[in-house]
């Protein structure tokens, strides 16, 4: 076993893990951070991108071990400060960006990280951003969608 | 006034949940349960000889591994056939773990239980399990040959036959003035919610009771099985669904080998178990979709309008049946879409091949249907030299002939006759959205720049809310709050917003003050499940009955209460008053105190209810003969038949000349579902919809090679759509309401994807001019049409 301190949204967090534990069975089943979701287990889909010191990664692809020290934010950190929704989460909310909510997580992460690089994206922009994860549900448009609201939001445009 | 509701394109009361992780699906629950993990057969049809556990024995945290010598009871049976049907002459299910025999890679031939899921895999890994290999049947035509069985007994591979026929198709064919045949294939896929399944079961041995966490489409169902497979008392046994990462047709078939096993286990170890499916799991064996060879023949007159059709058809069932032959059935009744086809025959053959099962996905068997309509439609155009859209157009079955019987049995085994309807608007709808008669032009242009285009046009009808029923519960607190509970389950639909606009609609009440349970069989007992786009029609009309009984009897207690005739008060914003009299007043928490007369108060507020302050007569009890305590009934709607929902598609893609790439560049919908509860949610169906059919048209293949190992299970290799491959979706909404039902709505979850591959095939031939008639599609093949063209015509 070894001694792994995260700092888990702001929060340092030491777990004891075995070296071939996936960071995503470690946030989800030691820390019981369960909004991060498993889809395909082989970093295909993006369901399980977390932020390792701010840039998106895909946890099922990494051992638990090989982050020792990392700041980590998960879905559950990217709420606003006052705990309310953030930006993204409130833009996929107004912009009905999901339908059955177990691919979201990896988007929020994503476009999370994405936007703080690109304040005000295209819809193409848009589009590309979201290009690496998968979700059978919503067809995408809502998706491109939020993240042109949640860059309004940051941005602190008007509705 | 009350706010209206109902129609209004309300944000989901779900998302807040989902959106910061607070979500509960199945592996988010029970952490301290044991994990169990299943050894799966390697081989797609094999003996299985021995299985040796010796090196799996001294892995550190295994509690127990089972073969099917193992099983005992009922569980140790084959699993039920959930639909019989009695063109089903064959019917074949498989066991919880194989017995002596697999019959396709993916079967699970012995489950392992240990402390976590890791060590299972461990267990897993290090049992061997000794195989004799048996000749396999992969693909119809392999099934048809009939040179290998499947099944020992079943000598021709054939599960199912069967022919419905209304007038005499052949001679009509025979004597029409010009006739086409075509051939017509779609190759399998799969609904790969993002969500594998997953089962966590906890026995409690003192109370003699079991509570099963499944990710199902249908809790109420499972619950049966369950209690009939482990021989407990239905009451003993409580099956809960939680968040659920999507369904798309596969999670309605149960029970699973692993939702029998997995509570089994628990109860034989009196520990919690669960199981919860990884990906590859999903892809061999869990269920696929779509693979049929079609047939068509068809006679019309030089108008284009049909004199007679006549389709014979195969559909690959895969190893087993237990869903019966649905997909078949709706093949064979919704290809006829929104036409008269004049006299029409239909014949099916469903094979059994050594593959994973067929059971309905998305669609369920409408896309192969459609598919073979509208390139049939197509062909006829091409043929008479006549606009792909006019044909259509004459063909349509009109408004005024509403109802429409077209004399077939459809999936519920009720008549098929189409409620209502307006194809004629549809098409002018959607011709104007995608701006058809301009697209000659806009071609023209194209071509000038060196661009190949190409236009589209496909339609379709949907039998939706299938019965035989769903029903609700609904309840206001003394809080004022308003509780509601079906039984159908929600896999991203948002049935807690949507049920909650009907409820707060009927009742007059905000609804931010009404919560949704559903899937839940603690809170509701009896139900069907959510396919066959049909949780809207059947909970949503369930949900508006049982919410009216409860207004009828609060409006009962309030003019008890105020002295007034309950046919002049109202309830506006959660309050009954007097029409035009606003003073004149009670709230309806204060009309749920009443409905529950009590001797003992709980509150201030509850005090009204106690025996020496409620007034009213003496003469009559507290509780009358007809009447229950509470603020609160059940109803249940159950329909004559389904509604039947409508819609048209059209896109314009474009080809590339050298590559052979396949670019959709517009694609629109004209969606007809009746009166819409939720806009935003429809439209978001619809979106999804037409992703997964874009992801059939050009993308997703199950491929098996001719040994049966299926050659592409992972994301990596199956391609589903993301965001770069799937077009802006344009939508307008035609509204005919549906008379069968007290709420006017027809069902709208399967809609998007049912005419993808053919309005894809449709632009993609008028693109290239080279007849397609197999889809999916991909720029190799495409490009490879293309090549054997300029071999036949150089």
């Known amino acids: 076993m070894h001694e792994v301190t995260l700092t888990v949204n702001g929060i340092p967090r030491t777990v004891s893990v075995p070296a071939r534990r996936l960071l995503s069975d470690c946030l989800r089943h030691d820390l019981g951070l369960t909004g991060t979701h498993v889809g395909c287990e082989h970093g295909v889909c993006g369901a399980c991108t977390v932020l390792?010191?701010?840039?998106?990664?895909?946890?099922?692809?990494?051992?638990?071990?090989?982050?020792?020290?990392?700041?980590?934010?998960?879905?559950?950190?990217?709420?606003?400060?006052?705990?309310?929704?953030?930006?993204?989460?409130?833009?996929?909310?107004?912009?009905?960006?999901?339908?059955?909510?177990?691919?979201?997580?990896?988007?929020?992460?994503?476009?999370?990280?994405?936007?703080?690089?690109?304040?005000?994206?295209?819809?193409?922009?848009?589009?590309?951003?979201?290009?690496?994860?998968?979700?059978?549900?919503?067809?995408?448009?809502?998706?491109?969608?939020?993240?042109?609201?949640?860059?309004?939001?940051?941005?602190?445009?008007?509705? | 006034m009350t706010t209206k509701m109902f129609g209004e394109p309300m944000l989901r009361r779900e998302d807040p949940r989902l959106v910061s992780g607070d979500g509960r699906y199945l592996d988010d629950l029970g952490h301290d349960a044991l994990a169990a993990a299943f050894v799966r057969s390697p081989y797609a049809h094999a003996r299985i000889v021995d299985v040796d556990v010796t090196d799996a024995l001294d892995v550190d945290g295994l509690v127990a591994i089972y073969t099917y010598e193992d099983l005992d009871g009922r569980v140790a049976e084959r699993l039920p056939l959930?639909?019989?049907?009695?063109?089903?002459?064959?019917?074949?299910?498989?066991?919880?773990?194989?017995?002596?025999?697999?019959?396709?890679?993916?079967?699970?031939?012995?489950?392992?239980?240990?402390?976590?899921?890791?060590?299972?895999?461990?267990?897993?890994?290090?049992?061997?399990?000794?195989?004799?290999?048996?000749?396999?049947?992969?693909?119809?035509?392999?099934?048809?040959?009939?040179?290998?069985?499947?099944?020992?007994?079943?000598?021709?591979?054939?599960?199912?036959?069967?022919?419905?026929?209304?007038?005499?198709?052949?001679?009509?064919?025979?004597?029409?003035?010009?006739?086409?045949?075509?051939?017509?294939?779609?190759?399998?896929?799969?609904?790969?919610?993002?969500?594998?399944?997953?089962?966590?079961?906890?026995?409690?041995?003192?109370?003699?009771?079991?509570?099963?966490?499944?990710?199902?489409?249908?809790?109420?169902?499972?619950?049966?099985?369950?209690?009939?497979?482990?021989?407990?008392?239905?009451?003993?046994?409580?099956?809960?669904?939680p968040d659920v990462g999507g369904g798309f047709g596969v999670k309605i078939v149960h029970p699973w080998p692993e939702e029998v096993l997995v509570p089994w286990a628990a109860i034989r170890l009196d520990r919690p178990v669960k199981w919860a499916e990884d990906r590859r799991e999903h892809f061999i064996s869990s269920a696929h979709e779509r693979a049929q060879h079609h047939t068509v023949e068809v006679g019309f007159d030089d108008e284009g309008r049909l004199r007679g059709l006549d389709v014979e058809f195969a559909h690959d069932n895969g190893a087993y049946t237990p869903y019966g032959i649905i997909v078949p059935v709706i093949t064979s009744t919704q290809l006829l879409g929104p036409y008269k086809p004049g006299a029409y025959r239909v014949e099916f053959r469903s094979v059994y091949t050594n593959t994973v099962q067929v059971t309905p996905y998305r669609g369920a068997g409408r896309p192969q249907g459609v598919f073979a309509m509208e390139r049939t439609m197509d062909a006829i155009a091409a043929y008479l030299k006549l606009d792909r859209a006019l044909v259509r157009e004459r063909n349509f079955i009109q408004p005024d002939e509403m109802p429409y019987d077209q004399g077939l049995i459809f999936q519920d085994g009720r008549p098929l006759i189409y409620d209502s309807g307006d194809y004629p608007a549809a098409l002018e709808k959607v011709k104007k959205l995608i701006g058809w008669d301009g697209f000659a032009a806009y071609r023209e242009q194209a071509r000038a720049q060196g661009r190949r285009v190409g236009i589209g046009l496909a339609c379709y009808v949907e039998g939706t809310g299938v019965g035989p029923y769903e029903g609700a519960f609904v309840r206001v607190e003394t809080t004022g709050q308003v509780v509601v509970a079906t039984g159908l389950t929600t896999q991203g639909q948002g049935h807690e917003t949507v049920f909650a606009q009907v409820a707060a609609e009927e009742l007059g009440v905000p609804v931010e003050n009404v919560t949704v349970v559903t899937g839940d069989t603690r809170r509701f007992k009896y139900a069907v499940g959510t396919f066959a786009s049909r949780a809207a029609v059947m909970s949503g009309n369930a949900v508006a009955l049982a919410a009216r009984k409860v207004r009828a009897k609060a409006l009962r207690i309030a003019g008890e209460a105020l002295e007034v005739d309950p046919r002049d008060l109202e309830i506006t914003d959660g309050v009954v008053a007097v029409k035009g009299t606003p003073q004149a007043a009670i709230p309806l928490k204060t009309v749920a105190v009443l409905a529950n007369p009590l001797r003992y108060a709980f509150d201030e507020e509850t005090q009204r209810a106690t025996q020496f302050a409620v007034g009213g007569s003496l003469d009559k009890p507290p509780v009358d003969d007809d009447d229950e305590p509470g603020l609160e009934a059940t109803d249940y709607y159950s329909p004559l038949r389904s509604t039947f929902a409508d819609g048209m598609h059209a896109a314009i893609v474009e080809t590339d000349p050298e590559t052979a790439e396949i670019r959709i560049l517009r694609y629109a919908v004209v969606h007809d579902c009746g009166r819409l509860i939720n806009p935003r949610i429809v439209e978001g169906q619809i979106h999804g919809g037409v992703a997964q059919g874009v992801g059939g048209a050009l993308y997703e293949r199950i491929v098996y090679d001719d040994d049966g190992q299926l050659v592409n299970a992972s994301y990596m290799d199956f391609l589903m759509p993301y965001a770069s491959e799937v077009p802006t979706i344009e939508i307008d909404h035609l509204e005919t309401p549906s008379p069968l039902n007290p709420l006017g709505v027809k069902g709208a979850g399967e809609a998007g994807v049912i005419p993808g591959a053919a309005v894809l095939a449709s632009a993609i031939e008028d693109a290239e001019g080279i007849r397609i008639d197999r889809m999916p599609i991909s720029p190799s093949e495409l490009w490879e049409l293309r090549s054997s063209r300029r071999r036949d015509d150089p």
């Not at chain 1, 990280?113 to 998968?134: F, K, M, T, V, W």
């Not at chain 2, 461990?122 to 396999?136: C, H, K, M, N, W």
């Open chain 1, 52 to 159: 390792i010191d701010g840039e998106p990664m895909r946890s099922c692809l990494l051992f638990a071990v090989s982050v020792d020290g990392a700041e980590v934010t998960t879905v559950e950190g990217c709420r606003a400060p006052d705990g309310r929704l953030g930006p993204v989460q409130r833009a996929f909310h107004e912009c009905h960006g999901l339908q059955c909510g177990y691919c979201t997580p990896g988007f929020v992460t994503t476009i999370t990280a994405y936007l703080r690089e690109h304040p005000d994206p295209s819809e193409e922009q848009a589009r590309e951003a979201i290009g690496g994860n998968l979700c059978r549900c919503t067809g995408y448009q809502n998706i491109v969608a939020s993240v042109l609201r949640a860059a309004a939001i940051q941005r602190g445009d008007s509705p």
């Open chain 2, 82 to 241: 959930l639909i019989p049907h009695p063109a089903l002459h064959a019917p074949r299910t498989g066991y919880p773990l194989a017995n002596g025999v697999v019959k396709h890679v993916g079967e699970a031939v012995a489950m392992v239980v240990a402390t976590d899921r890791y060590v299972a895999e461990d267990v897993a890994e290090r049992i061997r399990v000794s195989y004799e290999p048996l000749p396999v049947v992969v693909g119809i035509a392999a099934a048809l040959s009939a040179t290998h069985r499947v099944h020992d007994d079943i000598a021709d591979n054939v599960a199912a036959h069967l022919v419905q026929e209304v007038g005499d198709a052949r001679t009509a064919i025979a004597s029409a003035p010009h006739r086409l045949r075509l051939d017509l294939d779609i190759e399998r896929s799969a609904s790969m919610p993002m969500e594998g399944k997953g089962v966590y079961a906890r026995w409690d041995a003192a109370d003699r009771s079991l509570r099963v966490y499944t990710s199902t489409q249908t809790s109420t169902s499972v619950r049966f099985a369950l209690a009939a497979k482990l021989d407990l008392p239905v009451d003993r046994v409580e099956v809960v669904t």
